[in-house]
């Protein structure tokens, strides 16, 4: 772990993203804090945001790793134009995961779209860290 | 399901306990004994630890400050209210579903709305796309209201609806389909949410900036106050604050302080606190940890008396008696092992029930991968029934009243909500507290520290991160995604058959109350029988107050 993370010149950069309506924020502000807490660098969107909100702020950020929390059933409506806006702007290099009640048939779905990992309630956060570096870490690596 | 593994589990208890026997007492495990919320719980407790009077603190049931239940005979006199929530796809599916749980014994009605309807969206909003009769049904019209309460008598049943920020709109069509049946608003029966300061701490669906939504959920309570006596105009609630992850505490504190705060602006406007009090209600969520939650309750009812009595001035016993709705805890059920959330529901609804309530919904088993079946509904209020008609909870008041933990935890849960009371005041009140994301912070520092004593296996959850065993599929409901479509058809419609002109000048209307100070519900009303829909009300006042951005802290 630690060889791998000198290697990395900057912080992991990842934008945790609610989008839709709901308001469930509470796993999206516990992983937030917990990648934080775990060194990385999190910008958290607030609620209620577009997926063009989203799209862009991952490349204004210039992110590592998304995080998208969505507990509002919309799943299948909104994963799929986030991955449209960051594919037209040639983004294709962000590890994207997507949290929240996710039936099992839409998870083979959203991860034939390019969705790395989908958490469903009781992941645990250490998971979810581990997740995201040896993801980015190994994307890193691989350029 | 396996009784060879359960009977071999049950032996393996006999002979430990055999051991036991023969060795004298275990000595007590090395761990810190502590509820849910982090209270640390002693070994025992004893009449020591009853500080005070009793007959003053405790009291007799029915009776200032109703520790042991806001009525004299309680469950005897009335069983509580089997009120299970119901909301999903089109206002059609739902009225089936309302039509389902009355034939089956459910005694209230009670309104899911998608996130669209709780956020002032029209179905054929862009931000509505995908989200239409996802998390609960579509409202968006008059037209559709009247098709949710088909065939439902609203003289006969009371309702509840839960919506917030656009309360007042959905209260309008409410009060417009009486009309159509001939049921005058002093006859309709029910609770609506209305509790905005809630959404702006944990629900977060709100529309308006803070100021304007007290001054709407004020005119609101005038209007009950003066037209609907059988009506709740708002119900302060706990349940989400809860949800977002505060302890017991934090959702007794937060939820009171709340109330205190609509009897504040009520009283400012003028309105006598007699004359509304009667007419709040409370909305608490019944969590696993048992006796934590039924102390909550109790504590709830006792400060809510003294502070209506020594701080508001209320003269009425009614004023002073706090009633309130529980609903068991969404956030305890778990995605593995679904029928493990049955026994969950069982156990917390139990806690409502001996802490007290006046009505009670109980999740379904499914809730945490879906909106729940008509089968996991059905055993949700089978619950109920099995625990009103099998158990003999119900026969006698207030069964743990004078039990010397229950009295002893309700002492504590009740200091800690004045220790929070002292500092939000600090602050310069709720509303000011939420602005600085006061009680936020806090919710969601006690979120992270439960989470964190999950990760770290210091608290366990079946099936989560203990007993974890190979997963069972349960049937699910699945949402149609073509009534999205649907419903927009429908709008659309409304839209083409209604008079554009009186749509306007309602709308006009609106605006001028909105801006000349005057009570908002009757132009809501004007404008909600002109078939004005939600979102263009909501859009209207939205031009006068503006809207609401949080800056989020985590």
């Not at chain 1, 806006?85 to 590890?95: F, S």
Request: net charge negative; proline share 5%.
């Amino acid at each position: 772990m630690e060889a791998a993370s000198t290697s990395v010149k900057r912080k992991i950069r990842v934008v945790v993203a609610k989008p839709g309506l709901d308001g469930h924020d509470r796993g999206a502000k516990i992983i937030a804090r917990a990648l934080r807490d775990a060194g990385m660098e999190v910008i958290y969107t607030g609620l209620h945001q577009t997926p063009e909100q989203i799209a862009e702020t991952a490349i204004q950020e210039d992110a590592d790793a998304i995080g998208i929390s969505i507990l509002s059933g919309a799943h299948m409506t909104l994963v799929p134009k986030i991955v449209e806006l960051l594919e037209a702007q040639g983004v294709d290099d962000v590890l994207l995961t997507v949290g929240g009640t996710i039936p099992k048939r839409d998870i083979e779905r959203l991860k034939n779209l390019g969705v790395a990992e989908v958490f469903t309630p009781g992941s645990s956060t250490d998971e979810i860290v581990d997740f995201i570096r040896s993801g980015v870490e190994g994307r890193t690596r691989a350029i | 399901m396996e009784p060879t593994s359960t009977s071999a589990a049950g032996d393996a208890g006999a002979n430990a306990e055999a051991e036991a026997a023969d060795t004298g007492t275990p000595p007590a495990a090395e761990k810190n004994f502590t509820t849910m919320s982090g209270r640390p719980v002693r070994a025992k407790y004893g009449p020591d630890d009853l500080k005070g009077d009793p007959a003053d603190k405790i009291g007799e049931p029915g009776q200032y400050p109703f520790t042991r239940g806001p009525y004299e005979s309680m469950y005897r006199g009335r069983n509580w209210t089997m009120r299970q929530f119901a909301g999903f796809g089109t206002v059609e599916e739902t009225n089936e579903r309302f039509h389902y749980l009355l034939e089956h014994g459910q005694t209230g009605l009670s309104t899911a709305f998608d996130m669209p309807t709780l956020m002032g969206y029209d179905s054929d909003h862009a931000r509505s796309l995908g989200e239409v009769g996802r998390e609960g049904v579509a409202v968006d019209t008059l037209d559709d209201m009247e098709i949710l309460f088909g065939g439902i008598p609203l003289d006969k049943v009371s309702t509840s609806m839960t919506i917030n920020a656009p309360a007042a709109m959905l209260l309008a069509f409410y009060v417009l389909v009486g009309e159509r049946q001939g049921v005058r608003p002093e006859n309709l029966a029910g609770t609506i949410l209305t509790d905005f300061l809630k959404d702006y701490i944990a629900q977060k669906e709100w529309c308006f900036p803070v100021e304007p939504a007290m001054r709407l959920v004020t005119d609101m309570v005038e209007y009950c106050t003066d037209n609907m006596p059988r009506w709740h105009p708002i119900s302060i609630s706990g349940y989400h604050i809860r949800e977002a992850g505060a302890t017991a505490s934090q959702e007794l504190a937060f939820t009171l302080k709340n109330g205190f705060t609509y009897v504040e602006r009520a009283i400012e406007r003028g309105i006598d606190v007699d004359a509304f009090a009667p007419r709040l209600s409370f909305f608490f969520n019944s969590h696993i940890d048992f006796f934590e939650e039924i102390a909550k309750y109790r504590a709830a009812r006792r400060i809510w008396a003294r502070e209506l009595k020594e701080t508001y001035g209320a003269k009425k016993p009614e004023s002073m008696r706090l009633r309130f709705h529980t609903q068991t805890a969404g956030v305890s059920l778990t995605a593995q092992q679904p029928l493990n959330n049955i026994v969950r529901t069982a156990i917390e609804a139990l806690a409502g029930v001996l802490g007290g309530t006046q009505s009670l919904h109980t999740n379904s088993f499914d809730e945490a991968l879906a909106l729940p079946t008509e089968e996991a509904v059905r055993v949700a209020l089978r619950t109920q029934q099995i625990i009103k008609e099998e158990t003999g909870v119900t026969n006698t008041v207030d069964p743990l009243g004078g039990s010397y933990f229950v009295e002893s935890l309700t002492d504590e849960l009740e200091a800690d909500a004045y220790d929070y009371f002292r500092r939000i005041d600090e602050l310069g009140g709720m509303v000011e507290a939420v602005r600085q994301n006061f009680p936020q912070r806090e919710i969601g520092e006690a979120a992270f520290t439960f989470q964190r004593e999950l990760d770290d296996k210091e608290r366990l959850i079946v099936g989560v991160n203990s007993h974890r065993h190979e997963e069972e599929e349960v049937p699910l409901l699945h949402i149609d995604p073509a009534l999205e479509a649907k419903q927009v058809e429908r709008l659309k419609k409304t839209k083409e058959e209604r008079s554009q002109a009186e749509v306007d000048a309602a709308l006009t209307e609106l605006k001028k109350v909105a801006e000349d100070g005057g009570n908002m519900m009757y132009p809501i009303i004007e404008a909600a029988r002109a078939r004005t829909t939600e979102g263009e009300m909501v859009g209207a006042l939205q031009d006068v107050f503006g809207t609401y951005t949080e800056t989020p802290v985590f």
